[in-house]
């Protein structure tokens, strides 16, 4: 069945960096754009990062632009989000999801904290 599965999450402090993961399997992967969203508490869900199927193109919302790196490996079916001087407003449940327009697959979420 499909399967989307997020990792990497954790407690960091502000400044410093995580690397999330999203491993996918069940679908053709390298078919389908994946996103990163997140939801704060109290907030709905947005897109944070998108990344093409296939000739690497990239989105970002201007929030994260400069310090969020998406990228992805086609052979591991994994997608990766580097993200880099974290800060409090960052901390929200991280998703991703296939098909960034009109996502049709979705992650169980990853929790993502920034404090000192």
């Known amino acids: 069945q499909v399967q989307l599965v997020e990792s990497g999450g954790g407690l960091v402090q502000p400044g410093g960096s995580l690397r999330l993961s999203c491993a996918a399997s069940g679908f053709t992967f390298n078919y389908y754009a994946i996103g990163w969203f997140r939801q704060a508490p109290g907030k709905e869900r947005e897109g944070v990062s998108c990344i093409s199927s296939s000739d690497g193109n990239t989105y970002y919302a201007d929030s994260v632009k400069g310090r969020f790196t998406i990228s992805r490996d086609n052979v591991k079916n994994t997608v990766y989000l580097q993200m880099n001087s974290l800060k409090p407003e960052d901390i929200a449940v991280y998703y991703c999801?296939?098909?960034?327009?009109?996502?049709?697959?979705w992650g169980q979420g990853t929790q993502v904290t920034v404090s000192s």
């Open positions: 999801a296939a098909d960034c327009e009109n996502p049709q697959y």
